[in-house]
């Protein structure tokens, strides 16, 4: 096998000290994580126990997409609501019986958490666990919580991935666990590849429907497609499966690290993994290396948004060339980034959490080529200036794996390819 | 509880921010837990704003709740202004913050910060988006605004535009020109635009213009009481609308009524012949209150429509609009249920719907025309070009906006009686504006091909072709093409789904 990435950094950033701070977070809460898990789960829906605001958040966060008949929905607290909990109970009910008999699709029911519901102490899983009673055996309710007090963004899915853990069954099956919900054009990537070099056993978690027999146990072992399953991670290992730690699928090196974790664990020879990997791993580097073009040299800035960060900086800078200045995420969980740590070079800074005034000060001084950061900032900076990749994007898009490499490098350097094309300045 | 998908306001909070948004030199503290922030994009995206909404939010979590919260509140506080340095600050709790109690009015009281610091009380659980406009812009007038000499010229102040709104950018611009042919002269305009020092000088005005009641009309009524500011009633959308509207002023402030109307087309549009088709169309309205009645009055009398149904989402306008359905021999619809918009708007299958984001959604669903008369709206109702409501040109605009869609109709009824047109045929894509929306032509369904009825040409494996449909379907024909010519330059008859994928890294940029 040739070598193509770049050697391993003689010292990554897996101990560099990490920049913590707090104050006001410019992201998003783990309601968001709704919109991209109910098209992966097609015969779920999600019921938010909130506000307005929570309502509001949805529709602003799910576009134009809320008028598809989308598996999602809020139940607004009212006053009366706030008066007494007994009552709150009862409403509850009331509501999940008339969307059932509406909806006799539905086969889970996730209760999702807010703030106001959490702060008023809402007991979801007993609600979840009676209503389960009632509507067994045909419908699950589960609950987890998706409050901005709790959860960042893609953590909504990590809280909803962990809420199923506990209630899937037993196997002692010898079995390949993928954790994650990706696309189902890269999920499918991923099956084939896998099943390729021999690897049959396989499930993903969450499965696209609820009847897909998925179970786990002491002969499971999981590897994830996400960086921000934590709580999923502890969830399956209190079950006895066991972790296969590896650098994320991003790009040409991840995806191959990210393979060869998974085939080594399952005793694939080195020659059946070159056959396997071969084509697709000199396509992904083709198309890689024409984004390539524009980003090498560049440097880039990450604002906390998704977990994301750390895989995608490590992607950027030894893939495409380009110089990290800040990386920032809203949690670091070293058990699961540490291999993306240890290839990622020292030099940036390395942040968790966030004050974003001070947070904007250090990018402002740095002038990135190139920041990554929410809509709430990407105009704001562009009109400062600076070249933005909204952050969003990138969980809603096919960027895991080989054939989506190159659109992966595609979607930073676009903004820059943008800025040269733009000749405003005679406007 | 009530199951929404849909909200046509946002929480009260939200109304306060599009204040805040709306005006220069002020800053508003709100605690909220994170993930609130979301807000900050309806500016910066829908109404593509380049700066961030003059607003500090907490951002509490989970373990700051036994404890701390009162103190990141203060913090938060100090540093906003420290920071921004700003005229005045609005202080505020979110929904979640409502229900931990810190009272941020009171401790931000306790700060002796050197500026003014104007405490909301917004009930998110009872009110929405309009009462929280309204009543923070009636609390910083109330704050700011003191009894002071008139102008020497006749001026005066324009009331209720804020950011997010439908169309205000462009109506302001509107009635100041023709208020300045009347001679009078804005002396200020606000929130839209404003400083806290300008509203200290609200008093000096003769009158107010209240352009939207939804988010001005609380402040007018106080600005009546106490500084002696009487106020228009009249909402100058529509072309009878916009001469009431000036001998309103007229009477108001004994100048003459003049109305340049050199560039009003509505009313020669709507008597010219091609216009005959448009009489009695059965038009369904709703909207916000102002809005729903303004385009009431324009349909039935300017257009000549019969209007088949109208209602607003906003319980504060309930009143009005109720009487107005009464004039229109018409059942108000009052909810901020869409589901129950959708139900009505299928019972009456009016011929054109003019509403808002959703009554568009509704529209395209029933197959029926709709134009966009109200917030809420979408990101392409805040456009590049001049297009006011209100006054002469929004007349224009109105008619070409209510208009287009049924021209479309028409178009597209021509297009069905010559069907059999080699040109045309039953899968022709239907326009944007109306009419149900059919599937273009699936370039997959064409007869597969054989590499030997056309020689040189490629032939698709099963599994390729499968894999092509996985692509999005916008892009999916660009993607059959790319690969068939990369097969074709490389000389191969099949292709499989490596070739799809070697082509795709092929043309990746």
């Known amino acids: 096998m040739t070598h193509h990435a770049p050697p391993p950094p003689a010292t990554g950033c897996r101990e560099t000290p990490v920049l913590k701070q707090r104050g006001q977070h410019e992201v998003f809460c783990g309601l968001t994580g709704i919109i991209w898990l109910h098209r992966k789960m097609q015969d779920a829906f999600f019921l938010v126990v909130g506000s307005r605001t929570c309502a509001h958040l949805l529709q602003s966060a799910a576009g134009v997409m809320i008028f598809a008949e989308p598996r999602f929905g809020t139940a607004i607290l009212e006053e009366t609501d706030l008066a007494g909990l007994a009552d709150a109970q009862a409403e509850l009910e009331r509501e999940v019986d008339r969307l059932l008999a509406r909806r006799t699709d539905i086969r889970q029911l996730f209760l999702v958490g807010s703030c106001p519901s959490e702060v008023i102490k809402l007991d979801l899983s007993r609600a979840a666990e009676k209503l389960t009673a009632r509507h067994a055996p045909k419908v699950r309710v589960l609950n987890y919580s998706g409050s901005g007090i709790e959860t960042t963004f893609t953590e909504g899915e990590d809280a909803c991935l962990a809420s199923m853990v506990p209630a899937l069954p037993e196997t002692d099956k010898r079995q390949l666990l993928l954790v994650g919900a990706l696309p189902d054009v890269v999920e499918d990537q991923a099956l084939d590849l896998l099943g390729k070099m021999g690897i049959d056993d396989i499930s993903v978690l969450p499965a696209r429907h609820a009847d897909s027999g998925l179970a786990v146990g002491p002969n499971t072992v999981f590897a994830l497609t996400q960086p921000f399953l934590g709580g999923t991670l502890a969830a399956l290992e209190r079950r006895g499966a066991r972790h296969l730690p590896a650098p994320f699928p991003f790009g040409e090196e991840g995806t191959t690290a990210w393979l060869q974790a998974v085939a080594r664990e399952f005793g694939v020879d080195e020659a059946r993994f070159d056959a396997v990997t071969g084509a697709p791993r000199a396509r992904a580097r083709k198309a890689v290396a024409k984004a390539a073009t524009t980003l090498s040299g560049k440097s880039v800035f990450f604002f906390p948004d998704s977990q994301l960060e750390i895989p995608l900086a490590r992607f950027l800078t030894r893939e495409c060339g380009m110089e990290a200045v800040e990386v920032g995420a809203p949690y670091i969980h070293k058990s699961v980034v540490g291999p993306d740590l240890d290839l990622l070079s020292q030099g940036p800074t390395i942040a968790e959490g966030q004050d974003v005034e001070l947070q904007l000060d250090r990018c402002r001084t740095a002038r990135p080529d190139l920041t990554v950061c929410g809509l709430g900032l990407a105009n704001p900076l562009e009109a400062e200036g600076l070249a933005t990749k909204w952050a969003i994007e990138l969980v809603f898009t096919p960027v895991h794996f080989y054939e989506q490499a190159g659109d992966l490098a595609a979607l930073f350097s676009r903004p820059l390819h943008r800025r040269n094309a733009l000749k405003l300045e005679a406007a | ?509």
């Open chain 2, 1 to 509: 509880m009530k199951l929404s998908v849909w909200t046509y306001e946002g929480p009260p909070h939200v109304g306060a921010l599009r204040v805040a948004t709306a005006m220069k030199g002020l800053h508003y503290v709100l605690h909220a837990p994170q993930g609130d922030t979301y807000a900050d994009l309806l500016f910066t995206m829908i109404e593509r704003r380049n700066h961030r909404p003059p607003v500090t939010y907490t951002t509490f979590q989970a373990r700051d709740l036994g404890s701390d919260t009162a103190n990141l509140f203060k913090t938060a506080c100090q540093n906003a202004y420290e920071r921004f340095q700003p005229q005045a600050m609005i202080v505020g709790a979110s929904c979640t913050a409502e229900l931990i109690q810190d009272d941020p009015g009171g401790m931000a009281e306790t700060m002796g910060l050197p500026i003014p610091v104007i405490p909301l009380d917004l009930p998110s659980y009872q009110r929405k988006e309009n009462f929280g406009a309204d009543e923070t812009f009636f609390q910083i007038t109330r704050a700011l605004a003191r009894p002071m000499d008139k102008t020497p010229q006749i001026t005066c102040n324009l009331i209720g535009p804020t950011a997010l709104g439908f169309r205000h950018r462009d109506d302001i611009t509107e009635i100041t020109a023709l208020l300045s042919d009347l001679g009078i002269s804005v002396n200020v305009c606000a929130p839209y635009g404003a400083t806290p020092q300008d509203l200290t000088r609200l008093g000096a005005a003769h009158f107010n213009v209240l352009m939207y009641p939804e988010t001005g009309e609380a402040a007018c009524r106080w600005m009546e009481r106490e500084l002696n500011l009487p106020f228009t009633k009249t909402v100058p959308i529509g072309v009878g609308a916009t001469h009431d509207f000036v001998k309103e002023v007229a009477t108001l402030t004994g100048v003459e009524p003049t109305l340049d109307t050199a560039r009003l087309r509505l009313p020669w549009y709507s008597a010219s012949v091609d216009s005959t088709y448009l009489t009695g169309k059965r038009v369904f309205l709703f909207g916000d209150g102002t809005h729903v009645a303004t385009a009431a009055r324009i349909a039935r009398d300017e257009m000549g429509f019969e209007v088949a149904g109208l209602g607003c989402y906003n319980r504060e306008m309930a009143r009005p609009i109720r009487a107005l359905a009464r004039e229109y021999g018409v059942e108000a619809l009052i909810t901020d249920d869409y589901l129950d918009v959708e139900q009505r708007i299928e019972t009456l299958a009016p011929e054109l719907i003019l509403g808002t984001q959703m009554e568009r959604h509704i529209g395209k669903r029933l197959g029926i025309p709709c134009a966009v008369i109200s917030a809420p709206v979408h990101v392409q109702d805040f456009p590049a070009r001049y297009s006011p409501q209100m006054g002469i040109e929004g007349a224009n605009v109105i008619f070409d906006t209510w208009v287009h869609p049924l021209v479309m109709g028409l178009e597209e009824h021509l297009l069905h009686m010559f069907r059999e047109d080699f040109e045309f045929h039953d899968d022709a894509g239907a326009s944007h504006h109306g009419h149900k929306a059919k599937p273009r032509p699936d370039p997959e369904a064409r007869q597969p091909v054989t590499a030997d009825e056309h020689p040189g040409t490629v032939v698709w494996l099963d599994d390729a072709e499968r894999e092509l449909k996985k692509v999005p379907f916008f892009v999916r024909g660009k993607a059959r093409r790319n690969t068939e010519s990369f097969a074709a330059e490389k000389g191969l008859s099949q292709i499989g789904i490596d070739t799809l994928y070697e082509a795709k890294a092929h043309y990746a940029r």
